[in-house]
């Protein structure tokens, strides 16, 4: 050991300290703020999620094995999404297609609601308020689902539109069933 006479030591350890902390809590909000964005986008796929691990469950539980469980709840899950995207885009009764946005925006909204809760209760201390904002995400989550299932139904946005040409008459581009 070297011993230098007149030597100081200086440290730089609140300053490295209160840079981690800050750059910490920048990525913290940038993460969740990922989460919550992926969380939305994602949420219209819960009743496929939760109809494929179903049949997926099931399939296993019968003897399928994983792979067969897995097969099975992917084709199940995929079979929910197309089949809910084609009704909502052949119908035109409102009713139908208010029944099948609401069969996907209500598997959503329960997402929806324990995922905000889960955040409210990082960070607020009353549960009263965590409770407003679960159901405040809730609503949210549910209504972006809604407008995300009627959005799949038209991907080319705005099919539903009827062209007129000169001399020719009107054709919508969809069939409609009523």
Known sequence: MVVVEGAILTSNSVVEFATM??????????????????????AVYALPFFAGMIAGFAAYHSGAGVVGGLI?????????????????????????RGLIALLFAAPAAVA????????????????????VFAIVG?????????????????????????????GQSQMATTPRIS
Do not use: D, K
């Not at 009627?150 to 539109?161: E, H, I, L, Q, V």
């Open 21 to 42: 902390l800050a750059i910490g809590i920048v990525l913290s909000i940038f993460g969740i703020g990922f989460l919550c964005w992926l969380m939305v986008n994602l």
């Open 72 to 96: 099975v709840g992917l084709t199940a899950g995929a079979i929910t999404l197309v089949v809910g995207q084609a009704i909502f885009a052949t119908f035109a009764s409102p009713v139908l």
């Open 112 to 131: 929806g609601y324990h995922a905000t809760l889960a955040l409210a209760r990082i960070g607020v201390p009353a549960e009263g308020w965590r409770e």
């Open 138 to 166: 809730a609503i949210a989550v549910g209504a972006t689902a809604v407008v995300r299932v009627a959005g799949m139904a038209y991907p080319s946005g705005g099919s539903r539109a009827s062209v007129t040409m000169s």
